[in-house]
């Protein structure tokens, strides 16, 4: 059972626990989520006053390290090793919504803030960045113009994307951030780049050429490129029927037609032409960041500043996205293997293990109708990484990549976990293949039951 009256008493018991201390250190994981959680963090304790000091980690592991010698904040991490995190010598308090995996010891100086623990779905309904703005809430009503960065984590892992808008707790910070004027939500035109593109560029998603635009006689340039933004609301819409009656003519199906139109998130506040104004685009911004080493330029970011770290994170950006298409291309032309109940590609060390998931995620994606999950290898620094991703129609059928990742990892001495749809582990180097065989048996056991 959800428990929403709960859920905010141990928010307001967080905000105390913080309120008692002078410094703490944040251990921030690097993906769009993490940085926008760790930049909630920051903000509300600015305001109170407390120091934080800044460390970005790629899982779990990494975060039990370092020096105990302040209490530490787990932003968008370790729920998936409670045991290990309660053992550590510091006070800590983990910020989370991923599964958790061990007992939350109520006794010691440890806290663990996950709505999965009071019933509510951490897939779905709430992120990290959003757990971590139910804390900045708590410590001050003030704090609702962090809703804004709390949906752009949100959006960042892609949380709207089974019901093309956001739900439950998540609708409750879109409303909260919309009262403070800091976000707005539409249903809009589902393709990336509708605040930075052109027109003609944010068509290339959909394989149709600027002839499109022509004929339904809308203007593609006036001195400059124009972009979505720049047209006037008629031919928006004039242009949103247009696609989806043209993937419909095309035999691209209803689902697909209905994926054209969605709810996105505006940032009211940020200046108009720039990816911070729409929540897909900031998170995808962030994830060009930390991922690639620079962390501080995502939380800089995060943290408002439009100068200096934004002009670094556009050259991020420009590689971040070389990086994907390349990825794509490579599975596309290396092809698939096939297990019973998944299809998988091994990169080497051709993909980047940080943007494995990403890439695999994009790769499912393309294929409509996916008719198996896709799990995917690259070299990573501490051993070999795995990243999978699956469609809810794969979940209603029984799987859950989470804890299928979680036991095949463990029984080849690696470590994994995850959500439903989309699960992660590190293994030993040469275990790829005995991992496999566990996997399969794993996800046949599911889709069985
Ligand atoms: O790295 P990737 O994006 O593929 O991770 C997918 C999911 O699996 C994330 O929720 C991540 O936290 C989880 N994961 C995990 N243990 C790992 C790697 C990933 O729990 N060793
Ligand atoms: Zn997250």
């Given at each position: 059972?959800?428990?929403?009256?709960?859920?905010?008493?141990?928010?307001r018991?967080?905000?105390?626990?913080?309120?008692?201390?002078?410094?703490?250190?944040?251990?921030?994981?690097?993906?769009?989520?993490?940085?926008?959680?760790?930049?909630?963090?920051?903000?509300?304790?600015?305001?109170?006053g407390?120091?934080?000091?800044?460390?970005?980690v790629?899982?779990?592991?990494?975060?039990?390290?370092?020096?105990?010698?302040l209490?530490?904040?787990?932003?968008?991490?370790?729920?998936?090793?409670?045991?290990?995190?309660?053992?550590?010598?510091?006070?800590?308090?983990?910020?989370d919504?991923?599964?958790?995996?061990?007992?939350?010891?109520?006794?010691?100086?440890?806290?663990?803030f996950?709505?999965?623990?009071?019933?509510f779905?951490?897939?779905?309904?709430?992120?990290?960045?959003?757990?971590?703005?139910l804390?900045?809430?708590?410590?001050?009503?003030?704090?609702?113009?962090?809703?804004?960065?709390?949906?752009?984590?949100?959006?960042?892992?892609r949380?709207?994307?089974?019901?093309g808008?956001?739900?439950g707790?998540?609708?409750?910070?879109?409303e909260?951030?919309?009262?403070?004027?800091?976000?707005?939500?539409?249903?809009?035109?589902h393709?990336?780049?509708?605040?930075?593109?052109?027109?003609?560029?944010?068509?290339?998603?959909?394989?149709?050429?600027?002839?499109?635009?022509?004929?339904?006689?809308?203007?593609?340039?006036?001195?400059?490129?124009?972009?979505?933004?720049?047209?006037?609301?008629?031919?928006?819409?004039?242009?949103?029927?247009?696609?989806?009656q043209w993937?419909?003519?095309?035999?691209?199906?209803?689902e697909?037609?209905?994926?054209l139109?969605?709810?996105?998130?505006?940032?009211?506040?940020?200046?108009?032409?720039?990816?911070?104004?729409?929540?897909?685009?900031?998170?995808?911004?962030?994830?060009?960041?930390?991922?690639?080493?620079?962390?501080?330029?995502?939380?800089?970011?995060?943290?408002?500043?439009?100068?200096g770290?934004?002009?670094?994170?556009?050259?991020?950006?420009?590689r971040?996205?070389?990086?994907?298409?390349?990825?794509?291309?490579l599975?596309?032309?290396?092809?698939?293997?096939?297990?019973?109940?998944?299809?998988?590609?091994?990169?080497?060390?051709?993909?980047?293990?940080?943007?494995l998931?990403?890439?695999?995620?994009?790769a499912?994606?393309?294929?409509?109708?996916?008719?198996?999950?896709?799990?995917a290898?690259?070299?990573?620094?501490?051993?070999?990484?795995?990243?999978?991703r699956?469609t809810?129609?794969?979940?209603?059928?029984?799987?859950?990549?989470?804890?299928?990742?979680?036991?095949?990892a463990?029984?080849?001495?690696?470590?994994?976990?995850?959500?439903?749809?989309?699960?992660?582990?590190?293994?030993?180097?040469?275990?790829m293949?005995?991992?496999?065989?566990?996997?399969?048996?794993?996800?046949?056991?599911?889709?069985?039951?």
């Open positions: 059972m959800e428990n929403i009256e709960r859920l905010h008493r141990e928010a018991s967080c905000a105390r626990w913080l309120q008692g201390l002078d410094e703490v250190e944040i251990v921030s994981h690097i993906d769009a989520d993490g940085l926008s959680t760790c930049g909630v963090l920051v903000q509300a304790l600015r305001r109170e407390i120091a934080a000091r800044i460390r970005f790629r899982n779990g592991g990494e975060a039990l390290g370092g020096p105990p010698d209490p530490r904040v787990f932003a968008e991490l370790g729920s998936g090793r409670l045991d290990d995190v309660q053992r550590l010598p510091c006070p800590t308090l983990v910020v919504h991923h599964p958790t995996v061990g007992r939350v010891d109520r006794a010691g100086p440890h806290r663990v996950n709505p999965r623990l009071l019933g779905d951490g897939t779905q309904e709430i992120s990290g960045s959003g757990t971590a703005y804390i900045a809430r708590a410590l001050d009503a003030a704090n609702a113009d962090l809703a804004a960065l709390a949906i752009v984590g949100a959006v960042g892992d949380q709207d994307r089974r019901h808008r956001l739900i707790l998540n609708r409750t910070i879109v909260e951030g919309s009262r403070a004027g800091v976000l707005e939500a539409r249903v809009d035109l393709l990336f780049g509708r605040q930075t593109r052109p027109l003609i560029r944010l068509l290339e998603a959909t394989g149709l050429d600027p002839g499109f635009l022509h004929d339904l006689d809308i203007p593609v340039k006036n001195g400059h490129w124009l972009r979505w933004g720049d047209l006037a609301g008629e031919e928006r819409m004039r242009l949103a029927s247009g696609l989806v993937s419909l003519a095309t035999g691209q199906g209803a697909a037609a209905q994926r139109l969605a709810e996105g998130y505006t940032l009211p506040r940020e200046p108009e032409g720039t990816p911070f104004r729409d929540a897909s685009e900031y998170a995808s911004l962030l994830n060009a960041t930390a991922r690639y080493g620079e962390g501080q330029v995502g939380l800089d970011l995060c943290l408002g500043d439009r100068d770290a934004y002009r670094r994170a556009r050259t991020l950006l420009g971040h996205r070389k990086n994907i298409s390349a990825g794509l291309a599975v596309h032309d290396q092809g698939l293997e096939e297990r019973s109940h998944f299809s998988y590609f091994c990169a080497e060390d051709r993909i980047r293990d940080t943007i998931g990403i890439i695999t995620g994009m499912l994606e393309r294929e409509t109708g996916a008719e198996k999950p896709l799990v290898f690259a070299r990573a620094p501490e051993g070999l990484k795995v990243s999978a699956a809810p129609a794969h979940t209603q059928r029984g799987l859950d990549l989470g804890p299928a990742l979680m036991r095949a463990h029984a080849v001495g690696g470590d994994g976990g995850g959500h439903d749809i989309a699960g992660g582990a590190t293994i030993p180097p040469g275990a293949e005995e991992f496999l065989d566990h996997l399969d048996r794993e996800i046949g056991v599911q889709m069985a039951g």
